[in-house]
């Protein structure tokens, strides 16, 4: 019997944030606030999350601004 598991990787996008200028690109962009999960996976089936990246991106570059998990929730509490 053959057990099959493994990682993967989720993005999810909680809000889109007002516009700022991107340190990257420079250009006046709309910035993403996104949770990175890890998830564990039993026969390509998710199972639970074990690891969790915060941060915004810009829609333009791409460019990723990591978020500690305390300004990330302060900044979702503002949106709200
Ligand atoms: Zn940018």
Redesign the pocket.
Known sequence: MFIIYGTRTDLKTDAELQPIQ?E??G?F?PQMLFRKIWRFTLFHIPTFGFCQKRGTM?K??G?IHPLKKRQYKEIRRNIA
């Open positions: 991107c990257n690109c250009h962009a810009c333009n570059c460019k």
